[in-house]
């Protein structure tokens, strides 16, 4: 290939698509790397510590979309502190100097200011999609940047962030001549917005795609808007809280069923029993619907919508659905790909919940089943068994029995031979969480069979060391473990340390790893940084007063080429080894920080 | 994090006393024909049972109490951080919404109220008005209302967690959040009074089974 002029090489690497591939032709040679840098767009930065910004642009300054994630996955539990890290500025601020063609930013349980949404506003001008998903830091008045300064805007996707609402009217600062959004998301959003803006927007922009609404917007706005954009594909209704005797009512199903094109249906916050006759007109073309959060329909309001669904690919609900209700999408809902059954009732045991019955029934309805979480009060080896051979093609497996350390209420029995029969059978699987009871066994099984595997997340599980052991020496495509309130020490944390360089990150919390095994961890491995968070009360600040045996609350430990960060608030400590001339150039300069609080 | 020490304590103390509570509460019905009752519909007696034996050879938690079962307080749950592992948004979501069921006798079908959309008494009754105007009077909190026909005085009552007929207004109103559930409430007759939150959860507690000892659920009797 090297004889092939370097716009061949280059014509032919933009068949690959996805960014590991990429980076793999990148290392073929150095030629093919020249190439490939110079013609990647689309960049993937999946540990925003794993390497500089500044370092990502010089290696692609032609990157025209940037996708970054920042915390670790357990931040969405508030397993991790407030103010960890995860800062968008070095970001954005390495692109203003670098890559001022940038058009696409997205973002991922990062910490996103006013200040970096108004310097990003400002500084691209072919700037067209922003999405932030699970951040924090920001307010309406940051939206009110992005509004008023960047022109050509496509699209605006908010999803489940933390948005403080200052009160200022952010949707009316698109410019009267913006008419370019494809597709806009507040779904998030707590405030208000001034109605009709909205559907003046709406109606002048003709591209408009997707929209979801949030819970401030009323019925009789959302008519005036579906009205205007009969062509919306994806939608969220808002608050949608109406009765089904008014006017109002009959207006949106007469609106409703002009909408030929609406694919995915969601939002329907405030949604009371009967006003989901206005949606039926639509439900024969859905693929997506998510359901999950309206609280206030049950069981068979949600049957007589699903009940329609034939070609539901994805389907969002709660746990009030019951084992009726999935048995209606079993035999209703053929083509179904994804399925989330979230709880309703986190804190007590529901009265309507589902159970192994209801996953059992969708196994067997739905062939093409291949990403699944489940929460659910009870779980059997036997249902296990049944799903993993009826659905073979799971690729992301994710069960939560909402009891910890519950065993199968049949046999009493751990749910190690349940789980085994998915990792056995699920050849593809890429993501899987645990729960329920669960010795070494279960590790077991999926060192032996679960190969693709890139994603593992345990908790409340397992007897000894030997279960993480299992893990890490039989999953060799693991990126991902995260762990939590299980027995592993040190003697599974430093088995094999080699093995941390080639996963993303590993995160342990409320398991037997102590100080002096990070430290040795740490010692060992200068391209890992190994982060223990303290949070203990009353503790004193002297490292010297904490002995090594002293348990480690939480450890994230993740490669990086960036040494350790210079960002790391006061509860963190740091591990890194000693500098020595073999760690690359890049890696930083900073010494350990210490504390505890 | 519940294994820690601390954590360790706190659990097991209220877990005691969730357990002495229990216990001890005086009841008039036959509670327990309703409370095993719940327990086959749950299953979890065994659960509880086991869990508290597999728990002991995971070390450092033995005392833990994640596990809500007949005698144990939802408030142990509730003390595992990050368990279950639902994103706060959602969990924002969920506990905004406090639906409750409202079931007038005499009126063919039930209606839905939230709670939380509603300041206090006279808001609630007004909504529950709205819903059941073909069949309610207006009721004023100080007057009684009188079966024009017999004489006979209405009142509104509801159903506590052991199954006991109980009068409504005892116990001031204060709004607060809590998580999705159902309760009934029936008036005598075809009217419903002003009707308290805490009251409400009681009742709820009945359906569900549940005891909660938190401090937003606890019922004075």
Same mark, same amino acid.
């Given at each position: ?55 990502? @642009? ?36 390495? /692109?203003?100097?670098?890559?001022? =063609? ?32 699970? &951040? ?16 050509? +805007?496509?699209? %605006? ?15 009316? &600062? ?13 779904? &998030? ?13 709406? /109606? ?29 594909? !994806? ?31 969601? =939002? ?7 006003? %989901?006759? /206005? ?25 007589? +919508? ?52 209801? %996953?059992? /029934? ?21 249902? +296990? ?14 069960? &939560? ?6 065993? !199968? ?43 693709? %595997? ?13 279960? @993480? ?11 991902? +473990? ?42 060992? @491995? ?72 | ?51 508290? *034996? ?74 529950? *008005? ?92």
């Amino acid at each position: 290939m090297t004889y092939f002029p370097e716009e061949v090489v280059e014509h032919i690497f933009d068949f690959l698509g996805s960014h590991r591939d990429r980076n793999a032709v990148s290392t073929v040679c150095k030629a093919w790397y020249h190439v490939e840098r110079f013609s990647r767009r689309n960049v993937f930065v999946g540990n925003c510590y794993a390497i500089r910004p500044e370092r990502v @642009m010089a290696r692609f300054p032609g990157m025209k979309s940037l996708s970054v994630k920042g915390k670790p996955h357990f931040a969405d539990y508030n397993l991790v502190p407030y103010d960890w890290g995860g800062f968008a500025l070095p970001w954005i601020n390495a /692109a203003v100097r670098r890559c001022p =063609g940038l058009e696409d930013l997205r973002l991922k349980r990062m910490v996103v200011t006013d200040d970096d949404l108004d310097l990003l506003a400002r500084s691209f001008p072919n700037f067209r999609s922003l999405v932030l998903v699970s &951040c924090e830091g920001f307010s309406t008045d940051g939206l009110a940047a992005i509004a008023t300064y960047c022109r050509g +805007l496509r699209e %605006l996707d908010l999803q489940e962030n933390e948005v403080e609402d200052h009160g200022r009217q952010w949707l009316s &600062c698109f410019h009267e001549s913006c008419t370019s959004l494809v597709s806009l998301n507040f779904a &998030c959003l707590k405030g208000e917005v001034n109605a009709g803006v909205l559907e003046r927007l709406v /109606a002048r922009c003709p591209n408009l795609r997707s929209l979801k609404l949030n819970r401030a917007v009323s019925v009789e706005s959302l008519n005036e808007i579906v009205a205007r954009a009969p062509y919306l594909v !994806d939608l969220g209704t808002g608050s949608f809280a109406v009765d089904h005797h008014t006017d109002a009512y009959q207006r949106l199903m007469n609106s409703f069923s002009k909408c030929k094109s609406l694919s995915s249906l969601s =939002g329907f916050w405030e949604a009371s029993p009967h006003c %989901l006759d /206005a949606v039926y007109p639509v439900c024969i073309n859905l693929t997506v619907l998510n359901m999950s959060y309206a609280p206030a329909i049950q069981a068979d309001d949600l049957i007589k +919508l699903i009940s329609l669904c034939f070609k539901l690919q994805k389907l969002w609900v709660l746990d009030c659905i019951g084992d009726k209700g999935l048995a209606v999408v079993a035999s209703t809902c053929k083509e179904l790909q994804e399925l989330r059954v979230f709880p309703s009732d986190i804190y007590g045991a529901g009265a309507t919940s589902v159970t192994e019955e209801g %996953l059992v /029934a969708i196994s067997s309805g739905c062939p093409k089943l291949n990403s699944l979480l489940y929460f659910c009060y009870q779980m059997t080896n036997a249902a +296990l068994i049944t799903v993993a051979k009826n659905c073979p093609h799971f690729t992301r497996f994710r069960l &939560c029995i909402l009891d910890p350390w519950k065993p !199968d209420p049949v046999t009493n029995q751990p749910l190690d031979e349940g789980f085994g029969a998915i990792v056995r059978s699920c050849k593809n699987l890429r993501r899987l969480s645990l729960s329920g009871l669960l010795t070494d066994q279960v590790f077991l099984y999926i060192g032996l069979y679960a190969k693709c %595997l890139e994603m593992l997340s345990i908790a409340f599980a397992g007897d000894s060391d030997k279960g @993480m052991v299992y893990i890490l020496k039989g999953c060799k495509n693991l990126r991902k +473990l995260e762990i939590r309130d299980c027995p592993f020490g040190d003697i599974a944390l430093l088995n094999d340390v080699a093995k941390y360089e080639t996963m993303r990150s590993l995160w342990m919390s409320s398991c037997d790893v102590t100080l002096g095994g990070c430290k040795a961890l740490a010692a060992k @491995m200068p391209r890992l940084n190994v982060e223990i968070i303290n949070e203990s009360e009353g503790s004193d600040k002297l490292e010297e007063n904490i002995s090594d045996l002293h348990k480690a609350e939480k450890m994230y430990v993740y490669r990086t080429v960036a040494g350790p960060r210079n960002d790391a608030p006061d509860f963190i400590e740091a591990k890194e080894a000693k500098r020595n001339s073999r760690v690359p150039k890049e890696s930083g300069r900073r010494r350990t920080l210490v504390v505890v609080q | 994090m519940s294994t820690t020490e601390t954590g360790n304590s706190s659990t097991t103390e209220s877990a005691v006393s969730g357990l002495d509570y229990e216990e001890t509460q005086l009841t008039l019905a036959a509670s327990g024909a309703s409370r095993s009752e719940l327990e086959r519909k749950r299953g979890f007696s065994e659960g509880v049972d086991l869990s508290l *034996e597999t728990k002991d050879f995971l070390s450092g938690s033995s005392d833990e109490a994640p596990i809500s079962g007949a005698g144990e307080p939802s408030a142990a749950k509730a003390q595992v951080v990050g368990w279950p592992p639902v994103r706060s948004f959602r969990r924002n979501v969920l506990k905004s919404c406090t639906y409750v069921k409202v079931a007038v006798d005499g009126t063919p079908y039930l209606r839905k109220v939230d709670l939380e959309a509603h300041a206090g008494y006279q808001q609630l009754l007004t909504a529950l *008005e709205e819903m059941f105007s073909c069949f309610t009077a207006r009721n004023y909190p100080n007057e009684r209302l009188v079966d024009p026909v017999n004489g006979t005085e209405y009142v509104p009552t509801y159903e506590d967690k052991d199954g006991d007929w109980m009068l409504i207004g005892d116990v001031p109103w204060k709004v607060r959040s809590s998580s999705n559930f159902t309760g009934n409430i029936k008036g005598f007759g075809s009217h419903v009074e002003a009707i308290n939150k805490e009251e409400l959860e009681g009742a709820i507690s009945t359906i569900h089974g549940k005891h909660h000892s938190t401090e937003n659920n606890l019922v004075e009797w």
